[in-house]
């Protein structure tokens, strides 16, 4: 029993320490980024060097956190939200464009109301004020 329970406490800091590492990793990789883009003639850091490196290193550092307790429930969202995304039943293109062009005539008739009322109710304020002078 102690021994699952140590690897419970022991999970928790392992996870913690996997994620430093991997934020190390990024940080590394964005000052690298900076630091060999300038031309240099000691090293020679062609742009594709240097787009292989930063794909490699946020690769690695994208797995090592995916290995921690958060990155798994992660991945296992994602999973379960494709896997429901896969039921939607998705309109045709008519009913895209039906929809979409009953919400365009709903629109043009609520913003005629609505400028119709406006309009009512600047006569009637011209109206109100026109008699207190």
């Not at 699952?4 to 996997?18: F, R």
């Not at 008519?94 to 009953?102: F, G, I, P, W, Y």
Request: glycine share 4%; proline share 4%.
């Amino acid at each position: 029993m102690r021994v699952n329970s140590e690897n419970q406490e022991a999970s928790p800091v392992l996870d913690k320490l996997k994620w430093v590492v991997a934020l190390v990793l990024l940080v590394g990789m964005i000052w690298g980024n900076f630091y060999f883009s300038e031309p240099n003639p000691i090293y020679l850091a062609s742009p594709l060097v240097r787009i292989i490196a930063m794909i490699v290193i946020a690769i690695l550092a994208l797995v090592l956190v995916l290995t921690t307790a958060r990155g798994k429930a992660t991945l296992s969202f994602a999973r379960e939200s494709r896997t429901e995304l896969r039921k939607v039943v998705w309109p045709t293109r008519k009913e895209a464009m039906q929809t979409t062009l009953l919400i365009a005539v709903i629109t043009v008739i609520a913003s005629l109301f609505l400028w119709g009322l406006d309009s009512l109710i600047i006569r009637l304020i011209s109206f109100v004020t026109m008699l207190g002078h």
